[in-house]
């Protein structure tokens, strides 16, 4: 899959569980440029030992720090751990 193929190049995950996708939001930036965020519910065994030369945005969310995430992706996270609480 895919996904798992980014998560190992990227950040060094060899063995990552995709649990969920969660849905997608665009942003619009200043310059008319459109980045279309892609959010995933992923299990990984050592979080904090992502490889240093990760060069992709990402960010580690817990149900506490959900109204510090990315602007529009708030609802899906929302969703994500009301189903699995």
């Known amino acids: 899959m895919g996904m798992h193929r980014v998560l190992a190049e990227h950040f060094g ?7 969920r996708y969660l849905g997608h939001n665009d942003h619009i930036h200043d310059h008319g440029k459109i980045t279309r965020v892609f959010v995933f519910a992923v299990t990984v065994e050592h979080p904090d030992s992502i490889c240093q030369s990760a060069h992709l945005g990402h960010r580690w969310i817990d149900s506490i720090s959900i109204s510090t995430a990315v602007n529009d992706i708030d609802g899906m996270l929302r969703v994500y751990y009301a189903d699995n609480t």
Request: aromatic share 14%; proline share 0%.
């Open 13 to 19: 995950f060899s063995s990552a569980e995709v649990d």
